[in-house]
C-alpha cells in the first residue's frame, strides 16, 4: 500500500544498486509514483512512493518511455567589485565570492581600471562606488554600458544624494544602494539585478521622487540643475575652446564619451553651438572660481 503524496509500501529484498531512484509509472494525471531502491549494510529495499504534481509538470511521452525534466540549474552571477578603498573592496569580495550563485571574477580601486577589467572580464553586474581617485563612478558606468550593454551595474556609495542617483539612473545604473546596506540585503539586491531587475535603496527613493515630481509640475526649471557635476565641468573646458580630444585626456575619459556629454549639454540647454555654450557659461558666471 502506498501512502497519499509520499510513504512506503512492501520492502521487499532484492540485488539493487545504491541510491538508485527512478520513474516506475503514472498512475493517472499528475500522479507518479518513483521507484527507490537503497542497500544498507543488512538488505537491498526498495521503497515505491507516490507524488502528486501538476499536470503542467508530468513527464512527457517519448517513444514509449517516460522522462523526468531536469532541476533548473541556477546561473552564477559573475561580479566586478570597484571601490578605491582597498578594506571596503576586500570586504566585499569576501561577502560575495564564498556566497553560492555570486563569483568575483575582478576588482578595481580607479575608474580606468574598472573599465579595463569590465572590458577583459565582461561581467554580470559591476558593484561601483560613486567617488573614485580619476573620476566618477557615474561616467564609469556610462562608458561601461555603452561598451558592455549587457552587463548591469550597481552603484555602491556613503552619500545619499538626489542628483548622483539620478545621474546614475540616466548613465543606465540598474541599482543604487548605500554602503549602509546589512549583508543579505546587499545579496538580496543583487540576485533581483541579476533577474533584471532595478532599485534603490529606500533611503534616495523619496528624494528621487521629490525631485522628479518637481521637475515634472515645471517648479523645478534652473537649466544648471539639469547638469551634473562632471557635464558643468566639461561645459567650462568647451568654454575655454578645448577639443573633445583635450577634455578626454584632462577628465580621464574617451572621446567618443566626451563627444556625446558635450550632445547632452547642448541639448539640456537648448544650445547649438559650443560657442553658444561659451556665451552660456561667461552668462551664468561658471568660469569663475567656487
Do not use: W
Not at 531512484?21 to 500522479?31: D, F, H, Q, T, Y
Not at 556629454?261 to 553658444?276: G, T, W
Amino acid at each position: 500500500m502506498v501512502r497519499d503524496i509520499a510513504g512506503t509500501a512492501t520492502v521487499p529484498s532484492g540485488p539493487f544498486p545504491p541510491g538508485h531512484v527512478s520513474l516506475e509509472r503514472s498512475i493517472g494525471p499528475g500522479n507518479l509514483i518513483f521507484c527507490v531502491r537503497k542497500v544498507t549494510e543488512r538488505a537491498a529495499q526498495t521503497a515505491r512512493i507516490i507524488v502528486r504534481v501538476p499536470r503542467s509538470l508530468a513527464p512527457r511521452v517519448e517513444g514509449g518511455t517516460r522522462s523526468v525534466p531536469e532541476p533548473a540549474t541556477v546561473r552564477t552571477l559573475r561580479l566586478l567589485v570597484v571601490d578605491d578603498h582597498e578594506v571596503v573592496r576586500q570586504g566585499l569580495v569576501a561577502l560575495l565570492d564564498r556566497r553560492a550563485g555570486f563569483q568575483v571574477v575582478a576588482e578595481a580601486g580607479t575608474v580606468a581600471e574598472s573599465i579595463a577589467a569590465a572590458r577583459r572580464h565582461q561581467p554580470d553586474i559591476v558593484i561601483m562606488d560613486v567617488r573614485l581617485p580619476d573620476g566618477s563612478g557615474i561616467e564609469a558606468c556610462r562608458e561601461i554600458r555603452s561598451e558592455l550593454p549587457s552587463t548591469r551595474i550597481v552603484m555602491l556609495t556613503s552619500y545619499p544624494d538626489d542628483e548622483a542617483v539620478l545621474s546614475a539612473i540616466v548613465a543606465g545604473a540598474a541599482g543604487y544602494l548605500l554602503k549602509q546596506i546589512r549583508a543579505r540585503d546587499l545579496v538580496a539586491a543583487l540576485e533581483a539585478v541579476g533577474r533584471g531587475e532595478s532599485l534603490l535603496d529606500p533611503a534616495v527613493t523619496e528624494k528621487v521622487l521629490d525631485r522628479v515630481r518637481r521637475i515634472a509640475s515645471g517648479s523645478y526649471t534652473d537649466e544648471l540643475a539639469q547638469l551634473t557635476f562632471q557635464e558643468k565641468k566639461i561645459l567650462k573646458l568647451v568654454a575655454e575652446g578645448m577639443t573633445n580630444k583635450e577634455i578626454a585626456a584632462e577628465v580621464f575619459l574617451s572621446d567618443k564619451t566626451v563627444k556625446n556629454y558635450v550632445s547632452s549639454i547642448l541639448s539640456k540647454l537648448n544650445l547649438e553651438r559650443r560657442a553658444q555654450a561659451a556665451a552660456f557659461v561667461a552668462k551664468h558666471r561658471l568660469d569663475r572660481p567656487g
